[in-house]
């Protein structure tokens, strides 16, 4: 099944550059482009079918990449986001990561990445690289982390703690499944609740308040 992709930056160069990379791999398609958010939200609302995952940039005339996203997160939760964008510093990535970003890469990024980052996103709903994962630990070992707000009175079962555990070890629900024997229908059932009782929008955001409150073991 193709992964449908919008890509949204306002350099056409950039644009027309990406969708080229895309084009050579036969399970990605390119099904639009925008130059900002505005663009790229009014023609995904125009869209007979939504993209499984946009490449968006953060820096753009008219609404930019940030306020799109939140209108994205809003709107059409089940598009995956996947931040392509020039600037990298920690205040970037913990802001996008905390609307619900899938993933977060530098423009400087290999296209190799980029082509295993949208594989990745569509597999398991989110891909951190090891840039994004040491911004993460540094914001939970600071003298003044960005603490989570919804961690009073949540209790978790004990499957509920090991199904967490695994989705932050980026395994899939069939590798969860596997690993616990149970079904993948038991795997997304235990996710939902999960979402619900944590108050998180999506998967990515899931393992961010997970890894923020000391919920699940960070490795490395």
Same mark, same amino acid.
């Given at each position: 099944?193709d992964?449908?992709?919008a890509?949204? !930056?306002?350099?056409?160069?950039?644009?027309?550059?990406?969708?080229?990379?895309?084009?050579? $791999?036969?399970? %990605?398609?390119?099904?639009?482009?925008?130059e900002?958010?505005?663009?790229?939200?009014?023609? *995904?609302r /125009?869209?007979? +079918? %939504?993209?499984?995952?946009v490449?968006?940039?953060?820096?753009m005339?008219?609404?930019?990449?940030?306020?799109?996203a +939140?209108?994205?997160?809003?709107?059409?939760?089940?598009?995956?986001?996947?931040?392509?964008?020039? @600037?990298?510093?920690? /205040?970037?990535?913990?802001?996008?990561?905390?609307?619900?970003?899938?993933?977060?890469?530098?423009?400087?990024a @290999?296209p !190799?990445?980029?082509?295993?980052?949208?594989?990745?996103?569509?597999?398991?709903g989110?891909?951190?690289?090891?840039?994004?994962?040491?911004?993460?630990?540094d914001? *939970?070992?600071?003298?003044?982390?960005?603490?989570?707000?919804?961690?009073f +009175?949540? +209790?978790?079962?004990?499957?509920?703690?090991?199904?967490?555990?695994?989705?932050?070890e980026?395994?899939?629900?069939?590798?969860? /499944?596997?690993? &616990?024997?149970?079904?993948?229908?038991?795997?997304?059932? @235990?996710?939902?609740? &999960?979402?619900?009782? %944590?108050?998180?929008r999506?998967?990515a955001?899931?393992?961010v $308040?997970?890894?923020?409150?000391?919920l699940?073991?960070?490795?490395?």
């Amino acid at each position: 099944m193709d992964i449908l992709i919008a890509i949204a !930056d306002d350099e056409a160069l950039f644009r027309r550059g990406m969708r080229l990379i895309l084009e050579d $791999y036969p399970d %990605l398609q390119v099904m639009l482009e925008a130059e900002n958010g505005e663009d790229l939200l009014t023609k *995904i609302r /125009a869209s007979v +079918e %939504l993209p499984d995952v946009v490449l968006l940039d953060l820096k753009m005339p008219g609404m930019s990449g940030i306020e799109a996203a +939140e209108v994205i997160r809003r709107e059409f939760p089940s598009i995956l986001i996947v931040v392509v964008s020039s @600037h990298v510093s920690k /205040a970037f990535i913990l802001n996008m990561i905390e609307i619900g970003a899938a993933a977060y890469l530098g423009k400087n990024a @290999h296209p !190799d990445e980029v082509v295993e980052t949208i594989r990745m996103v569509c597999e398991k709903g989110f891909y951190y690289n090891a840039t994004v994962m040491e911004v993460i630990r540094d914001n *939970i070992m600071g003298k003044n982390p960005v603490k989570p707000q919804r961690s009073f +009175e949540v +209790e978790l079962t004990g499957r509920e703690k090991e199904v967490l555990q695994l989705i932050c070890e980026e395994c899939t629900t069939q590798e969860i /499944a596997d690993k &616990l024997y149970i079904s993948n229908r038991t795997v997304e059932g @235990h996710r939902n609740n &999960l979402l619900s009782k %944590l108050g998180c929008r999506n998967t990515a955001g899931l393992v961010v $308040y997970a890894l923020q409150s000391g919920l699940v073991k960070m490795g490395g």
